[in-house]
């Protein structure tokens, strides 16, 4: 049973770069989830999927960022024109819909440092 | 809006001693209350989970939680506390759990060091 998986787990960008993330959900599961942790504090919503359609985005998401889930399956996050405030770990999780018993799994996690 | 306060940033225990973090929150509603745990370079990993039913929820690695409705506290707890208990756990509220969307809110984290 492979887990919630992220790539890369480590990246270094210079301030005004575009950088793209990668999750893979576990296999059965219709949902996906981006947070953002920054030091010191609890990860925070960003957006989430429900197959491929995006049903909720946070307004801590600006114009500058974008995600997809094409096929319902992996989902990739895009900053575009970084800064350094967007330097933080950026997780993903993944959870059925069935019921209400739909843990959210969490993958590892991008680290993201803009210079 | 929904929120949740962990009053302890930092907390140090010896080992075998008993653990208590605490955690508050702010919802209207009936909450989804849930305690993660996460250590370094891994990601957050479900202690327990509170939904309804019995106050006293029983979760993974002999941690236990107490959901008080009159307090708002989902206070987590370990009789006994192992040096591998070492970590940052945070305390969670969903919103409109098992309905729209089920994000959840975290705190901001309590850091725990075990003491030899």
């Known amino acids: 049973d492979t887990g919630v998986s992220q790539d890369p787990r480590h990246k270094i960008t210079k301030r005004g770069q575009n950088v793209t993330f990668r999750c893979d959900p576990i296999s059965e599961h219709n949902r996906l989830y981006w947070y953002r942790q920054t030091l010191g504090q609890g990860p925070e919503f960003l957006t989430y999927f429900q197959n491929e359609a995006q049903l909720e985005k946070s307004r801590l998401l600006s114009d500058r960022f974008s995600a997809e889930r094409p096929k319902g399956s992996f989902s990739t996050l895009e900053i575009q024109r970084t800064e350094q405030g967007d330097s933080a770990m950026y997780l993903c999780a993944s959870s059925r819909t069935s019921g209400s018993n739909n843990e959210q799994f969490f993958g590892p996690g991008t680290r993201l440092t803009v210079l | 809006a929904q929120s949740v306060t962990q009053p302890d940033i930092h907390i140090t225990v010896s080992e075998g001693a008993s653990l208590e973090l605490r955690c508050n929150y702010s919802y209207g509603a009936t909450p989804y209350l849930f305690w993660y745990v996460q250590s370094p370079g891994q990601g957050l990993q479900l202690l327990l989970k509170?939904?309804?039913?019995?106050?006293l929820v029983q979760g993974i690695k002999g941690f236990e939680a107490e959901f008080k409705r009159s307090q708002s506290s989902f206070n987590l707890r370990k009789p006994s506390v192992h040096w591998s208990d070492a970590a940052e756990y945070f305390c969670?509220?969903?919103?409109?759990?098992?309905?729209?969307?089920?994000?959840?809110?975290f705190g901001t984290g309590t850091l725990l060091a075990v003491q030899p």
């Open positions: 509170y939904f309804s039913g019995d106050t």
């Open positions: 969670a509220v969903a919103s409109d759990y098992g309905g729209a969307t089920n994000k959840l809110i």
